[in-house]
């Protein structure tokens, strides 16, 4: 059966979690969600996929060729595997109208899907974490939002001098595209262009340039600009006038940059005109954080998209927020030494229950291990024939339990032997006071039984 | 725009979670991955879609029209939308094939789909609890994936007399099956009548009980045996003896029982003939977790299932397991009254932070809340422009948050008033020792200050 091998593995760009991969998905989404709620967002999902209008009303057909569209069979209705989540997200705003809340705090981490080849650090599903305010059009909410984000990867271990928080704003691009010569009907193709510029050889990148309308003069202008970036205890200000701009352009960078001193986020950002993102919705700031050694794809953007929600048919809402995916940041903390890969970050057992195979020692495991599993403890025992003792050590010890309890002859006299494995400490127990002696250690308390 | 304002909600059978939804989402999948760990099952989960084949391999082309199916714009290559786990979890262990641990206890929480007209407790997509056994021959690994549903369920405030494990074994239904004189090679079809007997109208029951091969006589016979249940403090035999079937085909489930005795579970149990599962590939037995009033669909159906594996190319495995969506059991809890379906499942904030606007309240706002937030407290302010203390409580309280600190005049002199909202008790605290004193508070300490 060679020609059906293929469906023994996952589809090309998907992702099989076996329990360490698993464990490392739960780690991100721990961060992720910590940081959301600390600052008091409240967490929404969405359906998995969506009517394909949802994503063309915004983007035009030509985006169909990036998302898996199918029909149910027979059926009429055409639909998509979600491929970003503000399209939902402003779908659900526009849905309560004015009955919301204002403002609206919201986090989701639903998983995404791209239509695209693979590559390393973009795979065909991911799982993205997305953090929203709709409702403030101060940069107040800008700021709130870096500061979620921030927050979730210094929970991960990550400094200022592993991440950097890279900011413009659209305007500032706007007008030093409109110095450049380009014309106002054709900025969205141009901050396009600037959004992909990294990644096009120069050629290309110049010749597409040119035909927005900029001489070679103008590209080499445009590069020097979007390549320029300073740290965020400056003032925006100053890359304007480096560069011939009008103040006017980064004022908004201004009011932002006291929003994120109060919240001591300046050591982790850089104002950098080269940020411009892709997407067309953006009307203000726009951020991507990147590593700092630039070695990996963004690990999150977002900025601020004032006209979003009134596009679905809702309310007039100033909006901002980001979007976070699983992969680069898992490749980023694994290159860091932040994740182990191993089974470090797996759910610990409490217990370990071990039996000598005396009689009355076997008639006890399960229900012994089913009382202490009903009081919240997370129990394991050997689902292997054997009874040697030293076996049962070396399983408990590989799953990394917490406590061993040995059940043997002492049974009878209604006795059981308990190793703190940690401690490397033993001690013998009474039957009637385990679940009580076991509590009170593994919660830190040093019992002499 | 009439005409699109259909693309303004979620496709049918989907849903969009707000922060309520969610909230039970959460509480749900709190209780299922606390008992699975608890069990010392590791967690797994696969790609949102497969292979088409993955699922025409088993079940043969008929299914198609149930899946979503689709390709890649311009490609090749046919997927469908995970409709169960099970294949995926066949795939996943075959693949690593020797070199996995004896037993695999795995759980996945997947999201699921079907393309059907949805229908009250079954929607296009789903979430569903998946709890596996893999490498397990005897009756202890069904009784254990049985404890872990009914531990779950139990921790979601749900007793015996809510619900009923109702328990059989496909070597007894085929006994009754042979019995009425139905052949060898249609054994599987019958199965699949059985199944879904409840849901036809009786006529059409007899009608494709006739088709294969059943007298009227035949048809009432088989009503009654598949009618039939006895509660699970009395041996499974006296079930068989009842019906003249003959008592080996039922020995399995002897076993089971003692072993389910070990648990504790045979209070929540039933021996029943009318449960044999629609899926093809259960191989011992089969069992369904009900409402004990029947009001509606099953809660959860497993079984065992030892020739998967190798169906996927993998080495020989016994195996058994079962499934547990979340849409007829929030159905079930709601109707209980265990679902408040309002905010009280939400996370509650532990400090609210109000400023009475004076300069030096309004400067701390911002740093004090992010200092908070920073030593992992979940913190909320206004975002309104009023500095009204009485709107701040009311917003504090209406959020549930525990501790109110409020920011006023006397932030000068270094003190800030804080309210324990929950023991409505006031108390002034010096800004030095305020993080102390609210984790102290919030651990249960009942701080002076």
């Known amino acids: 059966m060679a020609s059906s091998r293929h469906i023994f593995q996952a589809p090309k760009g998907m992702r099989d979690f076996f329990p360490e991969d698993m464990a490392i998905r739960h780690h991100l989404e721990q961060a992720w969600r910590s940081a959301s709620i600390r600052h008091g967002f409240d967490e929404i999902n969405g359906p998995t996929f969506e009517h394909l209008e949802l994503y063309t009303i915004k983007s035009g057909d030509g985006i169909v060729s990036e998302l898996f569209s199918f029909q149910r069979s027979g059926g009429q209705t055409d639909y998509a595997l979600r491929a970003e989540f503000t399209p939902t997200l402003a779908r659900m705003v526009a849905a309560k109208g ?26 065909r599903e991911h799982r993205q974490w997305n953090v929203d305010i709709l409702g403030v059009a101060g940069p107040e909410a800008d700021a709130e939002v870096i500061a979620v984000a921030v927050a979730a990867l210094r929970g991960l271990g990550l400094g200022p001098e592993d991440i950097r928080v890279r900011i413009s704003h659209r305007g500032a691009a706007a007008s030093m595209l409109a110095a450049l010569g380009v014309p106002e009907d054709r900025m969205t193709e141009a901050f396009g262009l600037i959004d992909k510029r990294e990644k096009l050889p120069s050629e290309v990148f110049t010749e597409q340039a040119a035909a927005l309308g900029l001489q070679a003069s103008g590209v080499a202008k445009l590069d020097e600009m979007t390549g320029s970036r300073i740290s965020g205890d400056q003032p925006p200000a100053s890359i304007a006038k480096t560069h011939g701009l009008p103040v006017e352009s980064v004022a908004e960078l201004d009011a932002l940059a006291s929003e994120l001193d109060k919240r001591g986020l300046l050591p982790f950002c850089d104002w950098d005109l080269g940020i411009v993102r892709g997407l067309a919705y953006y009307t ?21 998209y004032d006209g979003l929600v009134e596009m679905f048919e809702g309310p007039s809402t100033p909006a901002c927020g980001f979007g976070m995916g699983d992969v680069v940041l898992a490749l980023l903390l694994a290159d860091r030494g932040l994740l182990d890969g191993d089974v470090s970050l797996c759910p610990r057992p409490d217990v370990f229950v071990l039996s000598s195979g005396h009689d009355q020692a076997e008639d006890l495991l399960v229900p012994l291990s089913t009382g202490l599993r009903d009081i919240g403890l997370h129990v394991r025992h050997t689902w292997k024939a054997t009874r040697n003792i030293g076996k049962q050590f070396k399983e408990a010890a590989s799953c990394r339990a917490r406590i061993a309890v040995v059940l043997g002859e ?19 127990v009474s039957l009637g006071d385990l679940s009580t002696w076991i509590t009170r250690r593994l919660a830190g308390g040093v019992e002499r039984a």
Chains 1, 2 share one sequence.
């Open 98 to 123: 004015r009955s919301l809340t204002v403002p609206t705090k919201w986090f989701a981490i639903p998983d995404l899907f791209r239509a695209e080849r693979p590559q390393k650090g973009r795979l």
């Open 284 to 304: 203000g700031t726009v951020w991507e954080i990147h590593d700092a050694r630039g070695a990996f794809r963004a690990i999150a953007g977002g900025g601020r």
């Open 410 to 428: 002492e049974v009878g006299r209604g006795m059981v032997s308990v190793k703190d494995l940690d401690a490397a400490e033993q001690f013998d």
